[in-house]
């Protein structure tokens, strides 16, 4: 069954920045790409980008262009997500979900707390 | 960017018929898909490019609509239900709607 597994809570002070994982299972890393999402606490849901795992090939809503840097691991089927420099608008949960155009899989959400 | 309008709240009773609308800003064809959204759960699919119905989910949820105006539709209703919906489109890079909260009665 598929699974994409997300690493735990974090809490950053600002400026500072976080990286996320989201190990996939179940089926085969490179055939489908992997999204982030943001959401705010009670609020709705933010696309920030796509990577294709197989060519490293990535896309980025432009309003996170600066803010997210995602990577893959292929030889553990890990995706990455970096957040830089970060505000209390980038607190939030952040999702990873398997692609490519409806989002079927998604991981359990990482809560990145900004706070000093 | 697409942006997808839903009316932001509903209150129906258990046993009755419900349809939460998405508008979206320009045409996405039938690039539309629909998600169930539990607190402190991650969202779940329901309904991909526009109508066709998630495996494992329940027969009581469809959706239909193409170019601008798609409708999620939930008949009869249950209290389970209870939820944010949320729309999200494909056609361009992926934007959500703000979801749309029910409540059962």
Known sequence: ?116 | DTVLTQSPALAVSPGERVTISCRASESVSTGMHWYQQKPGQQPKLLIYGASNLESGVPARFSGSGSGTDFTLTIDPVEADDTATYFCQQSWNDPTFGSGTKLEIK
């Open chain 1, 1 to 116: 069954q598929v699974n994409l597994l997300q690493s735990g809570a974090a809490l950053v002070k600002p400026g500072a920045s976080v990286k996320l994982s989201c190990k996939a299972s179940g089926y085969t890393f490179t055939d489908y790409y992997i999204h982030w999402v943001k959401q705010s606490h009670g609020k709705s849901l933010e696309w920030i980008g796509y990577i294709n795992p197989n060519s490293g090939y990535t896309n980025y809503n432009e309003k996170f262009k600066s803010k997210a840097t995602l990577t893959v691991d292929k030889s553990t089927n890990t995706a990455y997500m970096e957040l830089s420099r970060l505000t209390s608008e980038d607190s939030a949960t952040y999702y990873c979900t398997r692609g490519p155009y409806w989002f079927a899989y998604w991981g359990q959400g990482t809560l990145v707390t900004v706070s000093s």
